[in-house]
């Protein structure tokens, strides 16, 4: 079994690091009971990415935004888990769409078993995750499948593109805050709403919370081009040779060009130019005005926490927006 996550937040005072690290094992004990089945290999696979570890940080930004409420109140650690079972499930999912071989260290689902096998296995999950939001009530039922609607929107408009006439950043930043804003904002939601807090504070956290997903992503993009792979322990450049292109690259695009850079990222990146669009791209503008648009979010998530109550679990979600941008550099 593979240890319980630690909660790696230096900035928040010694008693909620310890209320957070309590409902973190918490919520690991019950997202593994969760997924147990009759069946050996359905329990097998469900706990691949379970046992693979991750830091639970939407978890984690539930239990933190109970703290504007009461923070053991019941409901509260079986939302952590629904969320991070719908977290997990998607990742199967995208693995299967990405051709992925390799996830947290591990092989993929996908990979160790098959396509089939991976698909099946994130809806088992999200089938367990709707199994225990049936017992927290109607009104958050209803917050998951809209969460899950857009989703799934974004993960399709991110797959289709954007349209003729489209703005291809605007497109780009939608498809940000459907994949990866929604969750992290219905985490703040949850944790807030479950704990009793006020409906304005429950109103706050959750913009905010989608603001830090949007900005999450984009200094994801900016890492991808700035940093090493020591730094990051990823390969540096993996999106431009794929392909992806992220907003610095956008950027790019819509000076029009003609440029040795344009040209490079036109279309995937091919081994051989890699480092030359790598040294190009840290170099240009484009970088700054991401970095820019990065601090836009979390300056509109520091606006909506600023309202919150004067406790330590606001100053660790402004600490947090600190932290999303000097990660990027």
Same mark, same amino acid.
């Given at each position: 079994?593979?240890?319980?996550?630690?909660?790696?937040?230096?900035?928040?005072?010694?008693?909620?690091?310890?209320?957070?690290?309590?409902?973190?094992?918490?919520?690991?004990?019950?997202?593994?009971?969760?997924?147990?089945?009759? &069946?050996?290999?359905?329990?097998?696979?469900?706990?691949?990415?379970?046992?693979?570890?991750? *830091?639970?940080?939407r978890?984690m930004?539930v239990?933190?935004?109970? $703290?504007f409420?009461?923070?053991?109140?019941?409901?509260?650690?079986?939302?952590?888990?629904?969320i991070?079972?719908?977290?997990?499930?998607?990742?199967?999912?995208?693995?299967?769409?990405?051709?992925?071989?390799?996830?947290?260290?591990?092989?993929?689902?996908?990979?160790?078993?098959?396509?089939?096998?991976?698909?099946?296995?994130?809806?088992?999950l999200?089938?367990?995750?709707?199994?225990?939001?049936?017992? =927290?009530?109607?009104?958050?039922?209803?917050?998951?499948? $809209?969460?899950?609607?857009?989703?799934?929107?974004?993960?399709?408009?991110e !797959? !289709?593109?954007?349209?003729?006439?489209d703005d291809?950043?605007?497109?780009?930043?939608?498809?940000?805050?459907? *994949?990866?804003?929604?969750?992290?904002?219905?985490s703040?939601?949850?944790?807030?709403?479950?704990?009793?807090?006020?409906?304005?504070?429950?109103?706050?956290v !959750?913009?905010?919370?989608?603001?830090?997903?949007?900005?999450? $992503?984009?200094?994801?993009?900016?890492?991808?081009?700035?940093?090493?792979?020591s730094?990051?322990? *990823?390969?540096?450049?993996?999106?431009?040779?794929?392909?992806?292109?992220?907003?610095?690259?956008?950027?790019?695009?819509?000076?029009g060009?003609?440029?040795r850079?344009?040209?490079?990222?036109?279309?995937?990146?091919?081994?051989?130019?890699? &480092?030359?669009?790598?040294?190009?791209?840290?170099?240009?503008?484009?970088?700054?005005?991401?970095? =820019?648009? =990065?601090?836009?979010w979390?300056?509109?998530?520091?606006?909506?926490l600023?309202?919150?109550?004067?406790?330590?679990a *606001?100053?660790?979600?402004?600490a947090?927006?600190?932290?999303?941008?000097?990660?990027?550099?």
């Amino acid at each position: 079994m593979a240890a319980p996550p630690v909660v790696d937040l230096p900035f928040i005072d010694e008693r909620l690091s310890e209320d957070i690290a309590a409902g973190l094992a918490a919520v690991e004990k019950m997202l593994r009971s969760s997924v147990e089945s009759e &069946d050996a290999f359905i329990t097998e696979a469900s706990r691949h990415l379970i046992e693979a570890g991750g *830091k639970r940080f939407r978890a984690m930004l539930v239990l933190l935004a109970a $703290q504007f409420g009461n923070a053991a109140a019941p409901g509260v650690v079986p939302g952590a888990v629904v969320i991070e079972l719908t977290h997990l499930a998607t990742l199967y999912h995208d693995d299967v769409m990405d051709e992925a071989r390799v996830r947290r260290g591990s092989p993929s689902a996908n990979a160790r078993w098959d396509n089939t096998v991976a698909i099946l296995t994130g809806d088992y999950l999200f089938a367990q995750a709707s199994e225990i939001l049936a017992d =927290l009530g109607p009104e958050l039922i209803r917050i998951q499948a $809209q969460t899950f609607s857009r989703l799934v929107s974004g993960q399709i408009r991110e !797959t !289709t593109g954007p349209r003729p006439g489209d703005d291809p950043i605007e497109h780009y930043i939608r498809v940000l805050a459907d *994949k990866t804003g929604s969750l992290i904002a219905t985490s703040g939601r949850f944790g807030a709403m479950l704990a009793g807090a006020p409906a304005d504070v429950v109103d706050r956290v !959750t913009r905010a919370c989608e603001a830090i997903g949007v900005a999450w $992503q984009l200094g994801d993009d900016l890492l991808d081009v700035a940093s090493s792979s020591s730094e990051s322990g *990823k390969t540096p450049g993996t999106d431009l040779r794929e392909g992806v292109r992220t907003l610095p690259v956008l950027y790019v695009l819509a000076d029009g060009g003609p440029s040795r850079l344009h040209t490079l990222l036109s279309g995937p990146v091919p081994e051989e130019n890699l &480092d030359e669009a790598l040294e190009l791209l840290r170099a240009h503008p484009a970088m700054d005005r991401a970095r =820019l648009e =990065l601090v836009r979010w979390a300056d509109r998530a520091r606006e909506d926490l600023a309202g919150l109550p004067d406790i330590p679990a *606001k100053a660790a979600f402004m600490a947090l927006c600190d932290y999303v941008v000097a990660r990027s550099g």
